[in-house]
């Protein structure tokens, strides 16, 4: 299996900080990786797919980026909703893994 | 936009099988990928298996021998079955629908937890 392994595992900032988040995958995956954001008690939700393409209906503040084995995540400036955990995934073969994730907590 | 809804008990014993349904509406089930996925209380997110059309699942390698992913195309529905649980099956358990080859789930469940205890 694909091991995700996502950095920090935490990480604290204003409102308004740009942000970047990290994922990095155990072989090359192409451009096959999706990010995922998480708030207590929700379901994750798709922000982005196959490395930077943006879901629809989210926020033009999120962006991927990457190919390979390293992706990043970055929110240009954060948002008091932004405050949550992410997820990445990667979709290149079976059985697609998910990183541990990395909490944006409040500064 | 789809619509996912889980139901199924919230408790199961150890040893027995946790049975779960998920109701699709705004939608048909009759195309794409329905998976589910589940997180452990305080965990990551782990993929469990899917079902494409009726006759092609595709499980975790290390929960095949327990797992069954159902459709119920008249009912638009489709369902888990996992058999010999114990405490590490404990989760909030997740369905969800996969794009794009089944791998990008862009509508999800409000999520079920199960406890195994007894």
């Known amino acids: 299996d694909i091991q995700m392994t996502q950095s920090p595992s935490s990480l604290s900032a204003f409102v308004g900080d740009r942000v970047s988040l990290s994922c990095r995958a155990s072989?090359?995956?192409?451009?096959?990786l999706n990010w995922y954001q998480q708030k207590p008690g929700e379901a994750p939700k798709l922000l982005i797919f196959?490395?930077?393409r943006l879901q629809s209906g989210v926020p033009l503040r999120f962006s991927g980026s990457g190919y390979g084995t390293d992706f990043t995540l970055t929110i240009s400036s954060l948002q008091p909703e932004d405050f949550a955990t992410y997820f990445c995934?990667?979709?290149?073969?079976?059985?697609?893994?998910f990183g541990q994730g990395t909490k944006v907590e409040f500064k | 936009q789809v619509q996912l809804q889980e139901s199924g008990p919230g408790l199961v014993k150890p040893s027995e099988t946790l049975s779960l349904t998920c109701t699709v509406s705004?939608?048909?089930?009759?195309?794409?990928?329905w998976n589910w996925i589940r997180q452990a209380p305080g965990k990551g997110l782990e993929w469990i298996g899917y079902?494409?059309?009726?006759?092609?699942?595709n499980y975790f390698p290390s929960l095949k021998s327990r797992l069954t992913v159902s459709l119920d195309t008249s009912k638009n529905q489709f369902s888990l079955k996992l058999t010999s649980v114990d405490a590490a099956d404990t989760a909030v358990y997740y369905c969800?629908?996969?794009?794009?080859?089944?791998?990008?789930?862009?509508?999800w469940g409000q999520g079920i937890l199960v406890t195994v205890s007894s």
């Open positions: 079902i494409y059309d009726r006759g092609y699942p």
């Open positions: 995934q990667q979709s290149y073969n079976s059985p697609t893994t």
């Open positions: 072989q090359s995956i192409g451009g096959f």
């Open positions: 705004g939608g048909s089930i009759s195309s794409d990928y």
């Open positions: 969800a629908r996969g794009l794009r080859g089944g791998g990008v789930f862009d509508s």
């Open positions: 196959d490395g930077s």
